[in-house]
């Protein structure tokens, strides 16, 4: 049975005193896992009461089914300025940030990337993918045998393609990367969170300009031929930014950090190189970086037995619905030799939000893990695992901020 179909439930049995809050950490020495709390909840069943950060009441799904649902039902909004979970009002989203509205903004913005994001055209990167690697892992290599695998691996190759895609010049790579850490890491200050973002718009702004009065050969510039605004582009330009480069950068250095730590997979992938595609969708489902999204109830919805109010947020856990038992088995294993399941895992999410760029994020995975293991076949930890530093759960994307590795010269 899945978790959709189980048996409903009044939610006044649900709305139990230990209503859950947002955690702050992750259990000690399991640096891969959901958080606790989340993972006994989805044991107690795929929907939980539970109060969001900023006081609000609402409710957290774990399970696959519902939130595979949730992410498909029209009923659920993304807009920000829907979302309750603060007492105060929150805004619309500026122009072109379109992971936060829904249609018909949504699809005005999303459409002109779809072409630009197929899966041929992402097929069509890899070469280059390849040399951005082979260019890093130069580097890593010639100040070697040590380096943060963060700095050296996760973050300069993505970095690099997404910049190279929306044509930011190569010189202003490196602080605009610095912008975007900034504001995505989760412990900054909102003073200094708002300064990252202000410049960032800024730079954004100067660029659009210069791709309108020179077009050269880019998504952006490709995007000044369409109605769509300077703002617009502004927002759009953004969001593929930090999601393309964000993302990414954690899966590298925390998908690598896993297979460290799981020698026998590790050891498989190495003997069995063609085990790459696998093991990549293997590691998107194990450590779900893009942990959770909300939507907003527009009416009263009947979700997993219990009634979510109209105007109410829900949490949906995309780690815990990747490591749902009625989904997968043996769901807290890593195993990239898994068999896929009809519909597969929910790391990209689902419906018309589905991530647009996850076959650029697939090809940078299979393309970089590959080439760090062939160049590095010692690669190690080089500080006891309990010491490599974690991003908190504050930060939207999880990972590690640094990740020392050490390897036979």
């Excluded at 399991?30 to 709390?37: G, L, M």
């Excluded at 055209?121 to 890093?136: F, S």
């Excluded at 009065?213 to 769509?228: G, I, K, R």
Aim: aromatic content about 6%; hydrophobic content about 40%.
């Amino acid at each position: 049975m899945s978790a959709s179909q189980q048996s409903p439930q009044s939610s006044q049995s649900l709305a139990s005193p230990q209503r859950l809050t947002t955690p702050t950490t992750r259990r000690p020495g399991c640096p891969f896992d959901p958080p606790a709390e989340f993972t006994e909840a989805r044991r107690q069943g795929p929907i939980s009461p539970f109060t969001h950060i900023g006081g609000k009441p609402g409710w957290l799904v774990t399970g696959h089914d519902l939130v595979r649902s949730v992410l498909a039902d029209p009923r659920f909004s993304s807009r920000k300025d829907l979302l309750n979970v603060v007492d105060f009002e929150v805004p619309p989203a500026p122009p072109g940030e379109f992971l936060l509205m829904d249609d018909p903004d949504h699809s005005r913005y999303r459409k002109p990337l779809v072409s630009r994001f197929t899966a041929r055209r992402m097929r069509l990167l890899g070469e280059r993918v390849e040399q951005i690697t082979a260019d890093c892992l130069d580097a890593m290599e010639a100040a070697g045998p040590t380096a943060d695998l963060v700095t050296a691996f996760g973050k300069p190759i993505p970095t690099i393609v997404i910049c190279e895609i929306l044509g930011v010049p190569y010189a202003d790579r490196a602080s605009f990367q610095e912008q975007i850490d900034t504001f995505m890491s989760g412990e900054t200050s909102d003073e200094d969170l708002v300064a990252a973002y202000t410049a960032t718009q800024e730079y954004l702004a100067g660029l659009v300009a210069a791709k309108r009065a020179h077009p050269t050969d880019d998504v952006l510039s490709e995007l000044t031929e369409t109605d769509l605004t300077d703002e617009e582009l502004q927002g759009i330009a953004l969001i593929l930014l930090a999601a393309g480069f964000d993302t990414t950068a954690n899966m590298l250095s925390l998908g690598t950090f896993a297979l460290l730590q799981h020698p026998e997979q590790l050891a498989a992938l190495r003997a069995e190189p063609a085990l790459i595609d696998q093991a990549v969708e293997e590691l998107l489902r194990y450590l779900s970086v893009a942990k959770s999204f909300m939507r907003t109830a527009l009416e009263d919805v009947e979700l997993g037995g219990v009634t979510v109010t109209a105007g109410t947020t829900v949490l949906l856990s995309y780690n815990t619905a990747n490591r749902d038992p009625e989904r997968f088995e043996d769901p807290h294993v890593l195993d990239i030799r898994r068999k896929p399941v009809p519909g597969g895992h929910l790391a990209f999410g689902h419906g018309v939000h589905l991530c647009l760029g996850a076959q650029l994020a697939r090809i940078e995975m299979r393309v970089a893990l590959t080439a760090l293991l062939d160049r590095f076949p010692t690669l190690r930890l080089a500080v006891p695992p309990e010491e490599v530093a974690l991003r908190p759960e504050t930060a939207d994307i999880y990972g590690v901020k640094s990740l020392p590795v050490t390897w036979d010269a």
